[in-house]
C-alpha cells in the first residue's frame, strides 16, 4: 500500500506538473489505492509534520519552486521510522456537529472538522490522550454505552473488557449486549430509542443520554447496518446533551488502550507541556539541524 502511495502520487505531481506543496488525499483499503482529491496547496498537516520530524518542510517546498537543492536537508522519506525518537505527535480534529442542528455527527471520506489539536507526548497513548482532552473531550466517570453494528461486536469485545475492568458500567443495545454476554463480558441490556419505553424496567438508551447517565456514548455502524434510525438518535442525542461519542473502531481501540495504561500503569505525563520543552530534553545528538536553531 506504502509504494501504491508514493507512486500514485509520483505520477499525480508530474502530470499536473506541481513543483512546491500538494495535498494529496488517498483512501486504500487493503491493497488497493484511491485519490480522493488533489489540492496545490500546503495542508494543516504541513507544520505539524515539519516540527514533528524536525524538517523544515516550507523552506524545502521553496527550494524545490526556485529549482535549488535539498540534498543538505536529510529530508525524510515514506520509509524513515523512528523520527521523532523520544516524543510522538498526534493531530485531533475538533468539529462543529453542535453548531449544525440534526445533522448526524458521523464520519465519511469528505473533510468534517473545523480545527485541530496537536500535542505531544512520551509515548503514542499519552500524546493520543493529550490531544483529545485538548479538543474538550471529558474523560467518562462511571458508565458508558456501547451500541456496534453486529460484524464488529467481537472485535469490540476486547476494548469493552478492558473498560469493564477499569471500574465502568456497561450499558448495551441488545445485539451488542448478547454478543458481550456470550464473550462473558457483564453489561445491562438497553432498549432501542425507536422502542416504546412506557411501563418497560428495561432502561432506555435516550434516557440514559439525556439525564446525563452515561459519560460516553460509543457507537459504530457500517454500511450493513439496519438500526439506521436508531443509531442516528443515539449519536445526535451525545451530541446535543454534550456526551463525548466515538464512531470509529480503529479510535475506540486505540481510546481503550490509552485509557487502560493510563488509569492501570499509572501514565504519567498528561499535563500540556510544549514543544520546546520537548526540545529543551534532547541532547544535541538527536537535533535534526544545528542544535541552536529552531527544529
Same mark, same amino acid.
Given at each position: 500500500? %506504502?509504494?501504491r502511495v508514493r507512486d500514485a502520487a509520483? *505520477? &499525480?505531481?508530474? $502530470?499536473?506538473?506541481?513543483?512546491?506543496?500538494?495535498?494529496? %488525499?488517498?483512501?486504500?483499503?487493503?491493497?488497493?489505492?484511491?485519490? &480522493? @482529491?488533489?489540492?496545490? $496547496?500546503?495542508?494543516?498537516?504541513?507544520?505539524f509534520v515539519s516540527k514533528t520530524m524536525?524538517?523544515?518542510?516550507? @523552506?524545502?517546498?521553496?527550494?524545490?519552486?526556485?529549482? @535549488?537543492?535539498?540534498?543538505?536537508?536529510?529530508?525524510?522519506?515514506? @520509509?524513515?521510522?523512528n523520527r521523532p525518537n523520544g516524543y510522538v505527535g498526534v493531530k485531533a480534529p475538533m468539529f462543529s456537529f453542535t453548531r449544525l442542528r440534526g445533522s448526524d455527527p458521523v464520519l465519511g471520506v469528505e473533510m468534517a472538522s473545523t480545527g485541530e489539536v496537536a500535542c505531544f507526548g512520551a509515548t503514542k497513548e499519552e500524546a493520543f490522550l493529550k490531544s483529545l482532552l485538548s479538543t474538550g473531550f *471529558?474523560?467518562? *466517570? *462511571?458508565? &458508558?454505552?456501547?451500541s456496534a453494528q453486529e460484524s464488529l461486536q467481537d472485535e469490540m469485545t476486547h476494548s469493552v473488557w478492558q473498560l469493564k475492568e477499569l471500574g465502568y458500567e456497561i450499558y448495551a443495545t441488545k445485539k451488542t449486549a448478547e454478543v458481550l454476554s456470550k464473550n462473558r463480558v457483564p453489561c445491562t441490556v438497553v432498549d432501542y430509542p425507536t422502542d416504546d419505553d412506557s411501563g418497560s424496567d428495561v432502561p432506555h438508551a435516550l434516557n440514559l443520554i439525556r439525564n446525563g447517565e452515561v459519560g460516553l456514548v460509543i457507537n459504530i455502524p457500517t454500511h450493513e447496518s439496519k438500526r439506521l434510525e436508531d443509531n442516528y438518535a443515539m449519536r445526535r442525542a451525545a451530541v446535543d446533551f454534550g456526551v463525548p461519542l466515538l464512531t470509529n473502531m480503529n479510535l475506540v481501540k486505540t481510546f481503550t488502550d490509552a485509557v487502560y495504561i493510563h488509569k492501570k500503569e499509572g501514565m504519567v505525563g498528561l499535563e500540556p507541556t510544549s514543544l520546546f520543552e520537548h526540545y529543551g530534553k534532547e541532547q544535541d545528538a538527536d537535533a535534526w539541524t544545528d542544535p541552536t536553531e529552531f527544529h
Open positions: 500500500t %506504502q509504494m509520483k *505520477k &499525480i505531481v508530474k $502530470r499536473l506538473n506541481i513543483t512546491g506543496p500538494v495535498n494529496i %488525499q488517498f483512501v486504500a483499503k487493503g491493497t488497493d489505492v484511491m485519490c &480522493i @482529491e488533489t489540492n496545490v $496547496r500546503a495542508s494543516r498537516s504541513f507544520p524536525g524538517v523544515d518542510f516550507i @523552506e524545502a517546498a521553496t527550494r524545490a519552486i526556485v529549482d @535549488e537543492p535539498t540534498d543538505d536537508m536529510n529530508l525524510p522519506t515514506l @520509509e524513515t521510522r *471529558k474523560m467518562p *466517570k *462511571k458508565s &458508558i454505552l456501547i
